[in-house]
């Protein structure tokens, strides 16, 4: 999700001029996929990560000279230790990783802060870059009612084509304001959800404990009024409230949402859930079996679980689209990304 953070950092930032590092393709292990990106601020402070740290100092300089020069740049680097004694025996990642770094200014600048906007209202997008030697492309489209992540990378009669598609931030809510939903909340906002908490208590669900986070307070059917929620929303009930929890419950599960996850024992499981089956897309009780106890150990078992969720949402929704007319080549013969895309 660190284009989510680059977007607005760029929002932020005055005219000085960023550069964007963007991953264009990877043979064998590499630490970030394909359509990856990091940005290089003026000030020398980077946001994003294309590598565990390893190529990030080599990066900047060559950002500096992109900046400087207002030309993109490729760049690729070959860390297989057999083929290069600096990259390879020095780091060991044992990996071909290949990158575009160019400077955000005029048209490209332009469309990025238009996809912020249109990530905040929910909607899709995808960047799409055509260069050579003369120069280089951007076209920005909406894909409305598409959920997609899809990279793909191809270079025909010596002119290459890139398209990344940007998804808006998943919802994650929060129902229920204890210890135990402080210490998801602190860990879930970091791997890229958009958390909103919500609870029928206004002095508990405040903006001072969950500082990042979007309030709502009221019952579980005016939450739900407000929130309009989407099917593809992730919700965990967490108030520790037997007949709260169970009107939250009651609400949600005709939603169809992507993950409803319950906090309890096996026992208060059976009490919210006495009058109907456990549907599939209920974890209940949630995150994964670590032996987690207390709050915090808690926190990352559901962290862990959720990034499984999604993970294999994603893998599902790439299955699907290679079999969609929709996702056709749109500049001929493609190339699709190994390790994932």
């Known amino acids: 999700m660190d284009m989510h953070e680059i977007l607005e950092a760029l929002h932020l930032q ?23 990106s990091m940005l290089f601020k003026p000030n020398g402070k980077q ?38 004694a600096i990259w390879g025996d020095a780091i060991g990642c ?23 906007e249109k990530l ?21 489209h909406d894909l409305a009612n598409v959920e997609t992540d899809a990279v793909y990378w191809e270079e025909v009669d010596e002119r290459y084509h890139l398209f990344v598609d940007i998804t808006p931030r998943q919802r994650l809510v929060i129902f229920g304001v ?17 958390v909103i908490v919500v609870d029928w208590r206004p002095a ?34 967490c108030s520790h409230h037997l007949q709260r929890d169970r009107e939250m419950i009651r609400v949600a599960l005709p939603l169809q949402l992507v993950y409803i996850g319950i906090l309890g024992s096996k026992k208060r499981i059976r009490m919210l859930f006495e009058t109907f089956l456990i549907p599939s897309n209920v974890r209940a009780p949630i995150g994964l079996a670590i032996g987690a106890d207390g709050p915090y150990e808690i926190a990352v078992s559901v962290a862990a679980e959720l990034i499984a969720i999604r993970a294999g949402r994603k893998e599902r929704l790439r299955k699907e689209r290679r079999q969609d007319e929709y996702y056709s080549p749109l500049f001929g013969s493609r190339t699709e990304q190994a390790n994932g895309h």
């Open 120 to 140: 905040e209202a929910g909607i899709t997008v995808r960047l799409m870059r055509s260069w050579d030697d003369a120069g280089i492309d951007y076209v920005l």
């Open 94 to 116: 044992g990996g071909e990783i290949r990158l575009l770094l160019e400077p955000v200014h005029g048209q490209l600048l332009k469309l990025l802060l238009v996809a912020r």
């Open 178 to 194: 204890g210890k135990d939903a402080e210490a998801i909340y602190a860990l879930v906002k970091q791997i890229g959800f958009q």
């Open 14 to 36: 005055d005219e000085s001029q960023c550069v964007l590092a963007t991953i264009l393709c990877v043979e064998g292990h590499s630490y970030r996929k394909a359509g990856a």
């Open 204 to 237: 508990l669900c405040t903006q001072e404990r969950f500082p990042e986070a979007a309030i709502i307070t009221g019952s579980p059917e005016a939450i739900a009024e407000q929130l309009q929620f989407r099917s593809s929303d992730y919700l965990i009930v």
């Open 47 to 84: 946001i994003g990560a294309v590598s565990p740290g390893c190529l990030e100092h080599d990066l900047q300089e060559i950002a500096d000279v992109v900046r400087t020069s207002g030309q993109f740049s490729l760049i690729s680097y070959n860390m297989n230790a057999d083929e290069d």
